[in-house]
């Protein structure tokens, strides 16, 4: 098993965010540091129409994006197109480690390329980029519209939910039957997935990350290392543990709900199942940067995110929508009260958390 060495890792990536569901207190904290530096006067809305007309005097604008694929982000992009004729986004997609790397090196560079940046998870890199300033503040009047379970992960003005995702466990359906797969986290760790196991990398993938904390708070670090002793395969990005499963070259992984259904529904041999001892649902968060070469298709493209269009897009990639109005069954047609989501995690100390706990899992996993 080849994974980067701890050394290796860029700063900003071993500071990987992957936010859990819910309430998010790191968010309401930041908000209030921000607020204290900055004028707490709420700026003027302009009128979408106006917005719309500045927007056409502006060239096509750059998507940094890591919560859902390029597939779906390009689809986003192209229905912003239709609504709105004569403006372009091009996307960038990368896991959530790489678009703030490269985000964080557009900044040292002074030479901001993206206007938008969706990555999963508000902890600590939406909360560097709060406490550095390089956020543009603008409420959108789609922010109304989003439901209530989701509204506590606001940062108002800055940061917003715009989807999610729900961390679960996936199998090859060639080579596993329903009734040998793991039915629980536990079931993972009994010792019958010897090479046959596939994991995300918590430095570069926020879904990963994410999970890792959970894990790590839930089942102890004894679970990780009988993990290892299953000899997983450590990839990247939760997508190209996907490749591993459908490939055969592993039979079982973690991986997000939405991902595992946009992956069957083309074909391949791959299912989903919702651990009985919980699963992680995330979040993704948008934001504009404080120096968009296209602040106002920024802030059309922001209303697009937290619109209906947007969600239906969202669901009909088998994510979840966080826009009221606009829902959908889960994998396998479960309804979300049928499953056992994890309790919310007060995380006003996510941060210390994340870092702890990835450096405990690269001293497990051999970083």
């Excluded at 059309?300 to 959908?328: C, M, P, W």
């Excluded at 479960?334 to 309790?343: G, M, R, T």
Aim: aromatic share 8%; net charge neutral; proline share 5%.
């Amino acid at each position: 098993m080849a994974i980067m060495k701890r050394e290796e890792l860029p700063n900003p990536a071993r500071r990987q965010l992957g936010a859990m569901c819910g309430r998010i207190a790191a968010g309401v904290a930041l908000a209030a540091v921000l607020v204290s530096g900055m004028d707490g006067a709420a700026k003027a809305q302009t009128s979408l129409a106006d917005i719309e007309a500045a927007a056409r005097k502006e060239g096509p604008m750059t998507w940094y994006v890591s919560f859902y694929g390029a597939s779906i982000a390009e689809q986003a992009a192209a229905a912003f197109a239709k609504k709105y004729p004569g403006l372009k986004v091009n996307v960038v997609r990368a896991t959530t480690g790489g678009t703030f790397q490269r985000l964080n090196q557009d900044l040292r560079a002074k030479n901001t390329i993206a206007s938008v940046v969706t990555m999963s998870g508000v902890g600590d890199y939406y909360g560097i980029l709060l406490r550095d300033k390089q956020l543009m503040e603008y409420t959108p009047q789609g922010a109304s519209q989003i439901i209530d379970v989701a509204k506590p992960t606001i940062v108002p003005g800055y940061v917003y939910p715009m989807g999610g995702g729900i961390m679960s466990i996936a199998y090859n359906t060639k080579l596993v039957t329903p009734e040998q797969a793991p039915k629980s986290w536990a079931d993972i760790a009994n010792g019958t997935w010897g090479n046959k196991l596939v994991m995300g990398h918590p430095s570069f993938s926020g879904f990963d990350a994410a999970l890792v904390v959970w894990l790590a708070q839930e089942k102890g670090w004894d679970f990780f290392k009988d993990v290892k002793k299953e000899d997983p395969l450590i990839q990247r990005s939760t997508f190209d543990a996907i490749t591993s499963i459908t490939s055969g070259e592993r039979t079982v992984g973690f991986i997000p709900d939405g991902m595992v259904a946009e992956s069957a529904q083309k074909g391949n041999p791959i299912t989903i199942v919702y651990p009985t001892d919980g699963s992680l649902f995330i979040m993704g968060f948008t934001s504009i940067l404080k120096d968009a070469p296209q602040p106002n298709t920024a802030k059309l493209f922001t209303e697009f995110l937290l619109s209906k269009e947007h969600a239906q897009i969202v669901i009909d990639n088998y994510y979840h929508s966080v826009i009221q109005g606009v829902s959908r069954d889960l994998a396998g047609g479960k309804k979300l009260n049928e499953i056992k989501l994890v309790p919310l995690l007060p995380s006003a100390d996510y941060e210390a958390k994340l870092k702890k706990s990835t450096d405990e899992w690269l001293d497990i996993f051999g970083g």
